[in-house]
């Protein structure tokens, strides 16, 4: 019988929803360049990848102004829009219980650390973890398998065969999938319909308060 000893979880849509505060910033960012704000819809689809990416990506910004970009983001971002954020109900007590079952748990987020663990920090939910890791604040390591593997390598854990991705996003079944992982997905977050198994999520939990049952059948093989 399998056993996922060691469950990295994403962050924004999958422990926090955080989306009113990077909508607001992207309505910052964008009006500051005197775009069209697009709204949600478009936004929804914004967060998961990296920050920079999406400036170029979807409002067509070079290299440059994407830079740019992240730059005004994060002028409303990191006064306002960090804190905009809720704990997804259920989730804590989910992460207490797999920790108390012996494992080890730990964020790989394209968010930067220093934000991941500050807001973890203030919601009591970082003493779960082994460990809280994220971009750097020079945009250099955004990519989730570099992430993933940089938690990794911090920890100590030489390869993805125990481990466990969790998250709202392909780019998180992506990002395990080149480190070796599974990734089960999460119905909570931000994922189009669909989304989640076309990516390659071994399964996908529908609740917070789900996650320990689920975790426990995947081991089992049902």
Known sequence: MKRYDNLFFDFDGTIMDTSEGIFR???YALESFGMEKPGPEVYKTLIGPPLIDSFRNAFGFNEEKARLGVKRYREFY???GLYMVSVY????????AL???GRNLYVATS???IFARELLDKHNLLKYFKMAGGSDTDEKRVKKQDIIRYVMEKCGIASGENCLMI??????A????????DCLGVAWGFAEPGELTESGCIAVAETPDSLPSVIKSLESGN
Do not use: Q, T
């Open 99 to 101: 920790a108390e079952s």
């Open 89 to 96: 109900e259920g989730l804590e007590s989910s992460l207490s």
């Open 174 to 181: 992506e990002g395990a999938s080149k480190a070796g992982m």
């Open 167 to 172: 998250g709202d996003r392909k780019y998180d």
């Open 111 to 113: 968010k930067p650390e």
């Open 25 to 27: 910033s992207f309505d």
């Open 78 to 80: 990191v006064p306002k």
